[in-house]
């Protein structure tokens, strides 16, 4: 049986494979979309998941949260959130203590970085760029992936 960590690996796997099809091969407006006026931008969105996930790497190693980070180029959110997601699997693969329960991870921050990502999934759409279909079931997804779906993310977004 797995453990509780190696399950969090996988769900943070699930979570950069899903962004990843999100993300790659968006037009370059798709950052600076927005379906209204009181609505975020997708790079503000993005930005927020980035800053999410830099908060999970704080949380699991027992820091402060850190300010949120101002938002920056689509390019560059893009970057900072897979950097975050390496940063955070990377820790998680050692035997380091986890200063927070698995549990309140999955309930916060991650639940919520899949929620915004199909948020951006459904804006692609909106934006008129769907993404093509996926089946999320069959991939079998290495736990070391991170670098690679950065690569698929970023591809025609730079």
């Known amino acids: 049986m797995m453990s509780d960590r190696e399950l969090l690996r996988h769900l943070l796997a699930s979570l950069t494979f899903r962004s990843a099809q999100a993300l790659r091969d968006a037009p370059t407006r798709f950052g600076a979309y927005r379906p209204c006026d009181t609505a975020m931008s997708n790079a503000e969105i993005l930005a927020h998941m980035g800053n999410t996930m830099e908060w999970c790497c704080c949380l699991v190693q027992g820091q ?3 300010p949120n980070q101002p938002r920056a180029e689509w ?15 990377d820790y998680l693969a050692t035997d380091q203590p986890l200063s927070i329960p698995i549990e309140k991870l999955v309930k916060g921050p991650i639940a919520d970085a899949l929620t915004h990502t199909g948020q951006l999934a459904m804006l692609r759409r909106i934006c008129g760029a769907p993404m093509p279909p996926t089946s999320y079931f069959k991939p079998d997804m290495p736990l070391d992936s991170i670098a690679e779906m950065k690569a698929e993310a970023l591809g025609s977004n730079r």
């Not at 390019?75 to 699997?89: C, I, K, P, S, W």
Request: hydrophobic share 35%.
């Open 75 to 89: 390019a560059h959110e893009v970057e900072r959130f897979y950097t975050m997601l390496q940063q955070l699997d």
């Open 64 to 66: 402060e949260r850190p």
